[in-house]
């Protein structure tokens, strides 16, 4: 998880198009979690940087590219706290309409939707690790256990329970 945490450090340092790579670390960190040995996940790593290596020499982004990394940059360091609109506007010293604007610019959800997403994928994290949802729904800053069991049911189809059951099925054989 550093190691793509890192990549995405330097997509963003580098002024590149952080959307694209954020993307792309996510799928080779899907990868790597379903990696079956140490060789397979060095591997996936090998090609993560080979395909990073390529976006980092295409460095001319636009300001509102800028703005939208930016959002995308922050709202994955802040999933364990109470993300709001406002204060991502704040940090990005813009308007909320302006970043609201700039956000559906490059995205087919709204930023609110795009919050709750990745908080149910970093949810999908803790169950496998063991964490029971009413504490999941606490890290996350969720209202409460219900909104979270509401949200993660309607962006999964499933419920935690199910999905883990799920997970773990698939695990097995």
Do not use: C, W
């Not at 040995?37 to 980092?56: F, G, H, M, N």
């Not at 506007?89 to 795009?114: D, G």
């Not at 169950?127 to 729904?137: D, F, S």
Request: aromatic letters at 12%; zero cysteines; glycine letters at 2%.
């Amino acid at each position: 998880m550093i190691y793509f945490t890192k990549l995405l450090e330097l997509s963003f340092t580098e002024n590149t198009d952080v959307a694209k790579n954020y993307e792309r670390i996510k799928h080779f960190m899907n990868l790597t979690e379903k990696a079956p040995d140490l060789l397979k996940v060095l591997q996936i790593r090998a090609a993560a940087i080979i395909s990073l290596s390529e976006s980092l020499t295409n460095k001319s982004v636009s300001d509102k590219q800028q703005i939208y990394n930016s959002i995308l940059y922050y709202v994955d360091k802040h999933l364990y706290s109470k993300l709001k609109v406002s204060d991502i506007a704040k940090h990005l010293y813009i308007s909320e309409s302006h970043l609201r604007a700039v956000f559906k610019m490059y995205s087919s959800i709204s930023l609110q939707t795009y919050i709750l997403k990745e908080k149910v994928q970093e949810a999908k994290l803790l169950l496998r690790r063991g964490v029971p949802a009413g504490e999941v729904a606490k890290l996350l800053y969720f209202y409460d256990t219900t909104h979270f069991l509401k949200t993660f049911k309607k962006y999964t189809d499933t419920t935690p329970h199910e999905y883990l059951a799920h997970y773990q099925q698939s695990i097995t054989k």
